[in-house]
């Protein structure tokens, strides 16, 4: 199995351009979401979505877009890009979140992202 | 919103030694996960426990949930090179975060050998 997918792995924008984070799972996973890195910092989730067609913001959303309109796919997209959004993205994926037993995060390789 | 708050931040220790990070949440948890970050890799799910008072070992890790499912710890014995990376506790609440894996900022352990 692959596993949680991301592409590309490394990416240089300019202010204002804009891009899409793939992110593709193949284990059939309900929950899907994504997650920024800063050094020294932990993750902090963007948007997370718990189904097919069906998104919602997470701690910093402002500034990214997110679909989901399959299961196995959930893309970030960055509108405009600005110096601040320069970090490391994950993508995760979960087969639920609705019970306790939420079971484990599966995390991508992570999509090194810098805005120029 | 829900805090998960992690420490020490740094820990630099001789190889041999023991290791502990603590995690507290400003709410109570459903369940706690804890995942390992080796230097330039993804985070990788280590544990997840879901009952107060709950206590996990994994050969030299022994993972704890407090009584009142608010604070974890996380404690290895006799730490090896291979233990070096970020350790990271994760809190989700079904009442109050549904949805939404708070992450702690991490501790980082450094082993010297």
């Known amino acids: 199995n692959a596993g949680v997918t991301q592409t590309p792995k490394f990416q240089v924008l300019k202010t204002g351009q804009s891009m899409t984070l793939q992110c593709a799972q193949d284990?059939?996973?309900?929950?899907m979401s994504w997650y920024r890195q800063d050094p020294g910092m932990g993750l902090r989730l963007i948007h997370y979505?718990?189904?097919?067609?069906?998104?919602d913001q997470g701690e910093v959303p402002n500034g990214y877009n997110v679909s989901r309109s399959t299961t196995e796919d959930f893309p970030l997209r960055l509108l405009s890009a600005a110096p601040s959004q320069t970090s490391v993205y994950f993508c995760a994926s979960s087969y639920s979140r609705q019970a306790a037993n939420t079971g484990e995060l599966f995390f991508g390789e992570g999509s090194r992202l810098t805005v120029l | 919103g829900q805090q998960v708050m992690q420490i020490p931040q740094y820990q630099h220790v001789q190889e041999g030694e023991d290791f502990t990070t603590y995690c507290n949440s400003s709410?109570?948890?459903?369940?706690i996960q804890w995942y390992k970050q080796r230097p330039g890799g993804h985070p990788v799910f280590l544990i997840q426990l879901v009952k107060s008072g709950e206590v996990k070992k994994q050969k030299r890790l022994t993972f704890q949930f407090g009584e009142a499912k608010k604070n974890s710890s996380l404690h290895i014995t006799a730490t090896q090179t291979t233990d070096v990376g970020t350790y990271f506790c994760?809190?989700?609440?079904?009442?109050?975060?549904?949805?939404?894996?708070?992450f702690g900022d991490g501790t980082t352990l450094t082993v010297k050998p």
């Open positions: 709410t109570t948890l459903s369940n």
């Open positions: 284990m059939n996973h309900e929950y």
């Open positions: 979505s718990v189904g097919a067609g069906i998104t």
């Open positions: 994760a809190g989700w609440s079904a009442l109050t975060n549904a949805g939404k894996s708070t």
